[in-house]
C-alpha cells in the first residue's frame, strides 16, 4: 500500500475511535452530573513508504486524548432527602476500596449502619476526611448550601465539596468517578452551593452530539471511497505496465 493508504487508515482508526466516545455521549444523556467528552486529534509525523519523488515525512492522523467539558448541568428537582446536587465548580469526594475518588454524582443513601453513601456503598467523605453517620431515629435530615448537615438542632456533620488547581489532574475511572492521578491537592470549593433534593443532569446536548455523529460518519465514508480510488489507481497502474512490458 502507498502513503495515500496509510493515511487514510490513519485518518479511519481515528474516527472510529471518535465514534465510540460520541456514542457514548449519548448513551449517556440521561446520567447525573455525565461530562461530555471529545477526541483530540494531532498530526504524526512518520518516515514514508518507500517511494520516489515522495513527501518526507508524511503526516499521518492520530488521537492525542479526551478532552473533556466540566460546565455545569442542568439541576432538577427530584425531592429525594439525600439527593445533593453541586451548583458551581466542585466534586463530592468519596472512599473506594483502593483509594479516593471525586464525582458529581450526588445519588446518595444510607448504608446498614446509617452512613451516608454512594449508590455503590462508598462512604461519602466529610471536609475533614471523615464518614458522615446518619441516625435514622433523630428524625429527618436537612443539609445547607455550606454542606453542614443536620438533624433537628444536632449538626452531624459537613458534607466535603472539593476542587483542583487544574481539572486536568483528574483521571476517569467508571461508575462516573474520577481519580487524582498528579500530586496536587484537593482544596474546598469555596464558590460551590450544594441544594438539598436536587440532582445534577448530564450536560451532553443532543443534538450537537447526533450532528457531530453524522459528520464522522460521513468523513469516514469519504475516506474509505479515497482508500477505494487509491486502491483502484494502484491496480490500473500495475495493469498498465504489465502491458508495456
Given at each position: 500500500?502507498?502513503?495515500?493508504?496509510?493515511?487514510?487508515?490513519?485518518?479511519q482508526?481515528?474516527?472510529?475511535?471518535?465514534?465510540?466516545?460520541?456514542?457514548?455521549?449519548?448513551?449517556?444523556?440521561?446520567?447525573?452530573?455525565?461530562?461530555?467528552?471529545?477526541?483530540?486529534?494531532?498530526?504524526?509525523?512518520?518516515?514514508?513508504?518507500?517511494?520516489?519523488?515522495?513527501?518526507?515525512p508524511?503526516?499521518?492522523?492520530?488521537?492525542?486524548?479526551?478532552?473533556?467539558?466540566?460546565?455545569?448541568?442542568?439541576?432538577?428537582?427530584?425531592?429525594?432527602?439525600?439527593?445533593?446536587?453541586?451548583?458551581?465548580?466542585?466534586?463530592?469526594?468519596?472512599?473506594?476500596?483502593?483509594?479516593?475518588?471525586?464525582?458529581?454524582?450526588?445519588?446518595?443513601?444510607?448504608?446498614?449502619?446509617?452512613?451516608?453513601?454512594?449508590?455503590?456503598?462508598?462512604?461519602?467523605m466529610?471536609?475533614?476526611?471523615?464518614?458522615?453517620?446518619?441516625?435514622?431515629?433523630?428524625?429527618?435530615?436537612?443539609?445547607?448550601?455550606?454542606?453542614?448537615?443536620?438533624?433537628?438542632?444536632?449538626?452531624?456533620?459537613?458534607?466535603?465539596?472539593?476542587?483542583?488547581?487544574?481539572?486536568?489532574?483528574?483521571?476517569?475511572?467508571?461508575?462516573?468517578?474520577y481519580?487524582?492521578?498528579?500530586?496536587?491537592?484537593?482544596?474546598?470549593?469555596?464558590?460551590?452551593?450544594?441544594?438539598?433534593?436536587?440532582?445534577?443532569?448530564?450536560?451532553?446536548?443532543?443534538?450537537?452530539?447526533?450532528t457531530?455523529?453524522?459528520?464522522?460518519?460521513?468523513?469516514?465514508?469519504?475516506?474509505?471511497?479515497?482508500?477505494?480510488?487509491?486502491?483502484?489507481?494502484?491496480?490500473?497502474?500495475v495493469?498498465?505496465?504489465?502491458?508495456?512490458?
Amino acid at each position: 500500500m502507498d502513503n495515500a493508504t496509510y493515511i487514510g487508515l490513519s485518518r479511519q482508526m481515528v474516527l472510529r475511535r471518535e465514534m465510540d466516545i460520541i456514542a457514548n455521549n449519548i448513551a449517556n444523556l440521561d446520567t447525573t452530573g455525565f461530562k461530555v467528552e471529545s477526541l483530540l486529534h494531532k498530526t504524526d509525523a512518520r518516515s514514508p513508504a518507500m517511494t520516489l519523488g515522495g513527501p518526507k515525512p508524511v503526516k499521518f492522523v492520530s488521537a492525542d486524548g479526551v478532552a473533556r467539558d466540566f460546565s455545569q448541568g442542568a439541576l432538577r428537582q427530584t425531592g429525594g432527602e439525600l439527593d445533593l446536587a453541586i451548583e458551581g465548580q466542585g466534586f463530592f469526594r468519596v472512599q473506594a476500596d483502593d483509594g479516593e475518588r471525586f464525582t458529581r454524582d450526588g445519588r446518595f443513601r444510607t448504608d446498614e449502619i446509617g452512613r451516608l453513601v454512594t449508590q455503590g456503598g462508598q462512604p461519602v467523605m466529610d471536609e475533614g476526611g471523615g464518614e458522615i453517620t446518619i441516625d435514622p431515629e433523630k428524625g429527618p435530615v436537612s443539609i445547607a448550601q455550606d454542606g453542614t448537615v443536620s438533624q433537628g438542632a444536632e449538626r452531624i456533620g459537613k458534607v466535603g465539596v472539593f476542587t483542583f488547581e487544574t481539572l486536568a489532574a483528574l483521571e476517569k475511572t467508571g461508575d462516573n468517578q474520577y481519580r487524582n492521578t498528579s500530586n496536587l491537592f484537593p482544596q474546598p470549593a469555596a464558590d460551590a452551593r450544594l441544594r438539598q433534593g436536587m440532582l445534577e443532569g448530564s450536560n451532553v446536548q443532543a443534538i450537537l452530539q447526533i450532528t457531530r455523529m453524522v459528520e464522522v460518519s460521513r468523513a469516514y465514508e469519504s475516506t474509505a471511497k479515497m482508500i477505494d480510488a487509491e486502491a483502484d489507481l494502484s491496480r490500473r497502474s500495475v495493469e498498465r505496465l504489465g502491458r508495456v512490458q
